[in-house]
C-alpha cells in the first residue's frame, strides 16, 4: 500500500512538472510565512516572496507573473499571464532582456507593441524598426531621436514641419555642416539655422551663406565682434 501511494506521488510530480500551465514559483525556503496575512496584505507577502500561484487576485498575481518570467528570462513564463495587457508587458520586458526583436510582433497590445519596436529602433539605431509603429507621434519621436543620435537629417523628413525645422538645424549644429540647413524650406529658419552653425564654428567666413541681410550682418558681427 506504501509502494502504491509513493507511485501515485510521483506521478503527480511528472505530471506537474510537465503541465505548462503550473507557475514556476521560487521554492519555499522554511514554513510559509505568508499564511498569517488576509487578503491584499496575504497578496502581496506571496508576491514579494515570488510565489505567484498563491496570489488570489488575479491582477496581482499577472504582475507577480511577469516578474517572475523577468527574473528567469523566459517568455514562456509570459504564456502563463491571464490579462492581456501584462502578457504583453511581460513579453516587451523579455524580448529587451534576450534583445529579440522578433517577440514584439507576437505582443497583441498595441501599446506595448509600439513600445517593443520604439526601444529597439532608438536602442540600435534602426529607423526601419519606427516603420512598425502604428501610433504616429510615437513613430515620428522615434524618427527624431535616431536622427539626432546619427546625425542623419534624412530622418527628419519624417517629422512635421516645425519639428523637421528643429531637427535640422540640431543635426546642422552638432555637425558642423552647414548644407544641411539647405533642407530647411522657410527662407528666415533656413538662414537662422546657417547663422546658429556660423557662430558654433566661430567661422565668419560662413556668414556669407546667408541670404537675408539683416541675419547676415548679425551673423559677421556676433563673430568678429565689429
Not at 51 to 71: F, G, I, M, W, Y
Amino acid at each position: 500500500m506504501k509502494l502504491f501511494f509513493a507511485g501515485m506521488v510521483l506521478v503527480l510530480v511528472l505530471l506537474t512538472a510537465c503541465n505548462p500551465s503550473v507557475i514556476p514559483d521560487e521554492p519555499i525556503v522554511g514554513e510559509d510565512s505568508c499564511i498569517e496575512f488576509d487578503g491584499a496584505a496575504k497578496d502581496n507577502c506571496y508576491v514579494e516572496n515570488v510565489q505567484c500561484s498563491k496570489v488570489e487576485n488575479v491582477a496581482v498575481r499577472d504582475a507577480c507573473v511577469a516578474e517572475l518570467a523577468k527574473r528567469k528570462v523566459d517568455i514562456a513564463v509570459c504564456n502563463l499571464i491571464k490579462g492581456d495587457t501584462s502578457k504583453s508587458y511581460c513579453q516587451e520586458q523579455i524580448a529587451e532582456l534576450t534583445n529579440n526583436h522578433d517577440i514584439c510582433g507576437d505582443i497583441s497590445d498595441e501599446y506595448w507593441e509600439n513600445n517593443c519596436h520604439f526601444t529597439f529602433a532608438v536602442k540600435n539605431n534602426k529607423d526601419v524598426y519606427c516603420s512598425l509603429i502604428n501610433n504616429d507621434e510615437r513613430k515620428r519621436e522615434c524618427f527624431k531621436e535616431i536622427a539626432l543620435a546619427t546625425e542623419n537629417p534624412l530622418l527628419c523628413e519624417f517629422l512635421e514641419d516645425t519639428e523637421k525645422g528643429t531637427c535640422l538645424i540640431t543635426i546642422a549644429k552638432s555637425s558642423g555642416d552647414i548644407t544641411v540647413c539647405d533642407q530647411i524650406e522657410d527662407s528666415l529658419v533656413r538662414d537662422t539655422c546657417k547663422f546658429r552653425v556660423a557662430k558654433k564654428m566661430g567661422d565668419a567666413d560662413l556668414c556669407e551663406n546667408i541670404s537675408t541681410t539683416f541675419i547676415r550682418e548679425t551673423c559677421h558681427s556676433e563673430i568678429t565682434g565689429n
